[in-house]
């Protein structure tokens, strides 16, 4: 874990954000990684939905801190508004 700390603070050193793709069974077990600092969570829901021999398509997640929200497009994250928080 002390790794990937160090790695998290040389990239908001560089002012760079840290993207993390993960599971979401792992994050009941392993520390999620919006606790150790990443800005963006991406990953694959597929596991709680349709079996894989079914085609598609399957659940993704995107996540990101707040301070990040405002920057991301409307049409992925739904309806956009000004003035919600």
């Known amino acids: 874990m002390v790794f990937v700390q ?3 603070e040389k990239t908001h ?3 760079a954000k840290m993207v993390v793709s993960t ?3 792992a994050c009941t077990m392993l520390t999620p990684p919006g606790e150790w600092g990443a800005d963006i969570v991406i990953g694959s829901a597929q596991r709680f939905g349709v079996p894989m021999g079914y085609g598609g398509p399957h659940a993704a997640f995107l996540a990101c801190a707040n301070e990040n929200k405002r920057l991301m497009p409307g049409r992925i994250i739904g ?3 000004p003035y919600c928080t």
Do not use: F, I, T
């Open 23 to 25: 599971d979401l069974l």
């Open 13 to 15: 050193e560089a002012k």
């Open 79 to 81: 309806q956009s508004c």
């Open 6 to 8: 160090d790695l998290v």
